[in-house]
């Protein structure tokens, strides 16, 4: 038999050919196939555990590595064959860092990093330790690595996309890592998209849209994740005994964020008996800060930082805590600090922003109450600017934006040529500490 034939034989899995060959060619165990790996690598890849064993029967070592800088046991535990990963283990393959930390086994990676902390950066297999354990969703392990200085970068994303963890992924979001960055061409919910594991995919695509993941970016190839979405439920349905992707419904959340054409906003149109009243009263009574240019403000509770000026705590008047407590049955909270924009006329404006969400408690939202002259409030998708929706901000009014309404749009309240005066109270429950 001639190494061609020997490697076809390698390729078709046939177990006694194949040792025969190695009998008598000892020398073409360092044989090298596809991304630059032995025999063993194929059959791992196959998955064909009988011959796998039947290498490490032979004197095959396990620890070989293809171009990748990977082992065996590395692709066996990307592949999810446990089974020879198993094997792999029994027959003395090394448990490098990597290996430690996609098994999330938390002593190992120490020990490694006892021996050289520089192995927290290590990318000799094409991919950081952070990077294995984001794909194995091993969150405790990932807090050991950064804590040692792993840096993160967005192909740890990108590796908990491809499995749709959401665990690790929230992680890596609060260690600061972007959901819009770009890696090989593509973000997180590219990949993901082109995953898409059952159950896990729709509730992973949906933390990730929640937390600022814009679905109207384009990979290298032109394509959006509803898209490639589309694109891998059509050949599911070409081969309908694979239906180990929820393609469909990861794309229902997919549309139903990219179809949003307006935010979602609570009104309540007639929410204080006479605004005439209070507008006047306010205009009077408020001890009104000049410190901004394009309006008067003042504010009551909580201290707050807003626009670069800091409000300090100030007691919440008796009057402002009786709106307060109606507020709180629109909203669900109680709010905790006030603060009050005060327009004179219609060149007084608010140009595009979102509220700083961080100073906000999780989970609540903005309030406004309007009084006097109507303006026009305007909302811009982060997105697609050119996606905007107005609404009349009517004379005793009130609107409801939550945090989600905040992370997809900016609002705005522009000037126009004339209008009386405007005073808005914005109430909101802020963290705090």
């Not at 021996?115 to 984001?134: E, F, H, I, Q, V």
Request: aromatic share 8%; hydrophobic share 35%; proline share 5%.
């Amino acid at each position: 038999m001639d190494k061609s034939a020997w490697r076809e034989q390698v390729k078709q899995g046939t177990i006694d050919t194949i040792l025969h060959g190695l009998k008598q060619h000892p020398e073409w165990a360092e044989e090298r196939f596809a991304r630059g790996g032995t025999c063993l690598h194929v059959a791992v890849n196959r998955g064909d555990s009988e011959l796998v064993s039947a290498l490490l029967d032979w004197g095959l070592s396990p620890d070989l590595k293809n171009e990748e800088g990977r082992t065996a046991l590395h692709d066996a535990i990307e592949y999810g064959h446990h089974k020879i990963q198993q094997q792999l283990l029994d027959a003395g393959a090394l448990a490098d860092i990597n290996i430690c930390a996609i098994l999330g086994d938390e002593k190992g990676v120490s020990r490694w990093l006892e021996k050289n902390p520089k192995l927290a950066n290590d990318r000799s297999t094409g991919l950081s330790p952070l990077g294995w354990a984001s794909f194995g969703n091993q969150v405790e392990t990932a807090r050991l690595l950064v804590e040692a200085g792993a840096r993160i970068d967005d192909g740890e994303l990108l590796c908990a996309a491809l499995v749709a963890h959401v665990e690790i992924s929230a992680f890596l979001l609060d260690c600061g890592l972007n959901p819009n960055t770009y890696c090989n061409g593509r973000t997180a919910l590219h990949a993901g998209a082109t995953m898409a594991y059952t159950c896990e995919a729709t509730d992973w695509a949906e933390y990730l849209l929640k937390h600022g993941a814009n679905p109207f970016l384009k990979d290298h190839e032109g394509q959006t994740a509803l898209d490639i979405a589309r694109q891998g439920l059509s050949q599911q349905q070409k081969s309908p005994g694979e239906q180990t992707h929820d393609f469909s419904g990861l794309i229902h959340i997919l549309e139903a964020y990219m179809n949003q054409q307006e935010p979602t906003l609570i009104w309540r149109y007639e929410f204080v008996p006479d605004p005439d009243r209070l507008l006047a009263f306010l205009q009077n009574e408020v001890d009104w800060d000049k410190r901004m240019r394009a309006r008067l403000t003042a504010s009551y509770g909580l201290p707050y930082n807003y626009s670069g000026i800091v409000y300090p705590q100030t007691e919440v008047p008796t009057w402002l805590q009786s709106l307060c407590d109606a507020v709180a049955e629109v909203t669900g909270f109680q709010p905790n600090n006030c603060l009050l924009n005060y327009y004179p006329d219609g060149g007084s404006s608010m140009g595009y922003h979102s509220d700083a969400n961080e100073q906000l408690s999780p989970g609540t939202g903005v309030a406004i109450l309007s009084l006097g002259a109507e303006r026009n409030f305007q909302f811009r998708r982060k997105d697609q600017p050119d996606r905007i929706c107005t609404y009349p901000l009517r004379n005793g009014s009130l609107i409801y934006m939550d945090d989600q309404v905040q992370q997809h749009w900016l609002h705005a309240i522009p000037k126009i040529t004339e209008s009386g005066p405007r005073i808005s109270i914005s109430f909101r429950h802020l963290c705090s500490e």
